[in-house]
């Protein structure tokens, strides 16, 4: 069967479509319509706290998820959003020096993206064990743990200051919509709490007039409404992506390069290779289908997705878990709706009033997003190790990781010389890989009392412990 011949059937409500089936047009490009809503609000915020444009980022993320489905051939249904696992590294790399502008930012990222395509090389020869060997769940959650909380610091410094009550109700409103909305309106969270907390700051500006606080990037506090759209009367309705970030550099730009930038980057890698495998074997669930083969193509075409993206001042991309909780209420798993998703993506891509709209977003309502979201993407990491059963009352796990993830979230360095450091997320992810494998399957039957003790308080060496199967003594 031909890549794009897809079957066209009409099944019962609850009946399955496959990746190489469609629904009739009418319906997939209403189904694919559903994804673009579903993507949208993460797509768009990541790269606003990043200080890239947003409205490149959607057009990206069409052009990056055509790319995709050609290269896992249409197998694995996913749209490629935004990536917030870079996020982190981009503020640690603003935080360097002012010589280092989004041009450095987006050239780090393409080496992460080529690197990730390599490792999905590997992948694909070696087989899928590889990742588990080198990258076991263990460390896989303590890089993503520290990588989420090193981004407390760029709530708590740029967004909530901005506008503290706004913040604080968008927050309150995205955990509510998250949690409490029922179907489809829970997994559109992100992008209804923006439409909550634009309206309130709408009104805000109407009721208390404009408010006084340090705008992002500023360094003293200014009178200033909430909502300003003199950038959206100014945009056109037609047009490519175009402007200057706060930084002065072009919307589109190309990358420039530093070592200190790409070494910051990297840990985001191992982020997105335990994305990219979990929405694999997610669909593979859902579909019933051995996906096991096109598991390394997956990872690299994230990986050159992410480099072709930011080649042109783009933001990296990863496959979208808000697009497999569309999947899983619909059954709907057609790669011939993504299609229709990306081509109306790269549609609000060229309109660059929408765009402006966008980039207006108030300072206030991306603190209570982020403040939500941040969080989230730390708690993943705890939640790789809930569900692999990790056990910290094994000084391998406990120790071996202690290190790294203070490290990566208490921001320490280490220096070489005068002219290279090596710190935050960095060091952290490079002490969490080292100092684990280094201890991995060296420790004896009677070591690690202290931290079996830490987790374990009725630990009594000698005796096994039937109700934890007996993977410790007490």
Same mark, same amino acid.
């Given at each position: 069967? =031909? ?254 390069? =530093? ?216």
């Amino acid at each position: 069967m =031909s890549m794009f011949k897809w079957e066209v059937v009409d099944p019962a409500p609850g009946q399955a479509v496959l990746p190489m089936q469609r629904l009739p047009w009418g319906k997939t490009i209403g189904l694919g319509a559903q994804h673009v809503v579903a993507m949208f609000g993460a797509t768009f915020v990541f790269p606003l706290v990043m200080g890239l444009d947003a409205n490149l980022a959607i057009m990206f993320s069409g052009f990056c998820t055509i790319l995709f489905l050609l290269i896992v051939q249409n197998r694995v249904p996913s749209y490629l959003g935004t990536s917030a696992s870079f996020v982190a590294s981009v503020a640690a790399i603003r935080a360097l020096d002012t010589d280092n502008d989004s041009s450095y930012v987006t050239g780090a990222i393409l080496v992460g993206g080529l690197v990730l395509a390599a490792v999905g090389v590997l992948v694909h020869f070696a087989g899928a064990q590889l990742i588990h060997r080198v990258l076991p769940p263990a460390v896989t959650g303590a890089v993503v743990m520290l990588i989420g909380f090193n981004l407390a610091p760029v709530v708590a410094g740029i967004y909530w200051p901005q506008d503290q009550w706004i913040a604080l109700l968008t927050a309150a409103f995205m955990v509510f919509a998250a949690v409490v909305l029922p179907g489809f309106w829970s997994r559109i969270a992100v992008f209804l709490a923006l439409v909550f907390g634009y309206v309130l700051s709408w009104l805000a500006d109407i009721v208390f007039g404009p408010i006084t606080s340090v705008l992002g990037g500023a360094t003293e506090a200014t009178e200033h409404d909430r909502v300003s759209w003199a950038g959206v009367q100014a945009a056109d309705w037609i047009g490519l992506p175009s402007g200057t970030l706060a930084d002065g550099v072009s919307v589109v730009h190309g990358p420039s390069f =530093s070592l200190t930038a790409i070494l910051l980057v990297l840990p985001g890698v191992i982020a997105l290779v335990a994305e990219n495998t979990g929405h694999v074997k997610a669909v593979a669930e859902m579909t019933g289908e051995d996906l096991d083969p096109y598991m390394g193509r997956a990872i690299g075409a994230d990986g050159i997705a992410t480099a072709f993206a930011s080649a042109f001042g783009g933001s990296p991309t990863t496959t979208y878990a808000e697009n497999i909780g569309v999947m899983g209420a619909t059954r709907v798993y057609s790669s011939a709706a993504y299609y229709v998703a990306a081509l109306v993506a790269i549609l609000l891509g060229l309109c660059p009033k929408f765009g402006a709209v966008v980039n207006a977003t108030p300072g206030g309502v991306l603190g209570g997003i982020t403040v939500v979201l941040y969080g989230m993407i730390g708690l993943v990491g705890a939640k790789i190790w809930v569900e692999n059963n990790i056990d910290f009352g094994n000084p391998v796990n406990m120790v071996g990781l202690a290190a790294g993830i203070i490290a990566g979230i208490g921001g320490v360095t280490l220096t070489f010389g005068d002219d290279f450091e090596l710190g935050g997320i960095a060091l952290g992810t490079i002490l969490v890989i080292v100092f684990f494998h280094m201890v991995k399957g060296r420790g004896s039957d009677s070591a690690g009392a202290v931290t079996r003790n830490l987790s374990h308080p009725d630990y009594d060496e000698g005796v096994d412990d039937a109700a934890s199967g007996g993977t410790h003594k007490r």
